[in-house]
Nanobody, 115 residues
C-alpha cells in the first residue's frame, strides 16, 4: 500500500486549497478512504471520510460546510477541497486507509493558514 499526498501550502485565512492523495498497491475502488490531520501539539483527528463508491461522506463538525471530500476511482485518487480556511486548520493532512485491522498513512502534506 502506498499513499502519497500533495497540494498543501501556505494560504491566507479565507482562502482555498485542494489536497490530493494518490493510492496504489491495493484495489482502491473497494475501500473507504479518509483524511486526517494533526496540528502541532495535538492528536491526529479525523477530518472527512468517503465510502468506496463515493456515495457516502462524513465530516468533522469543525469542517462541515467548508471542506468537501471526493474520489476518482478511475485515477485511484481521493481529494479534499478546503474552502474558507481558518488559522485553526493549520496542520499536516494525511490520507488514510484502514485495511485488515491496520491503518495505512501517507507522509502527509502541510497546510498553513496564516496572513
Amino acid at each position: 500500500v502506498q499513499l502519497v499526498e500533495s497540494g498543501g501550502g501556505l494560504v491566507q485565512p479565507g482562502g482555498s486549497l485542494r489536497l490530493s492523495c494518490a493510492a496504489s498497491g491495493f484495489t482502491f475502488s473497494m475501500f473507504d478512504m479518509s483524511w486526517y490531520r494533526q496540528a502541532p501539539g495535538k492528536e491526529r483527528e479525523l477530518v472527512a471520510g468517503i465510502s468506496s463508491a463515493g456515495g457516502s461522506t462524513n465530516y468533522a463538525d469543525s469542517v462541515k460546510g467548508r471542506f468537501t471530500i471526493s474520489r476518482d476511482n478511475g485515477k485511484n485518487s481521493v481529494f479534499l477541497q478546503m474552502n474558507s480556511l481558518k488559522p485553526e486548520d493549520t496542520a499536516v493532512y494525511y490520507c488514510n486507509l484502514f485495511f485488515r485491522g491496520r491503518n495505512y498513512w501517507g507522509k502527509g502534506t502541510l497546510v498553513t493558514v496564516s496572513s
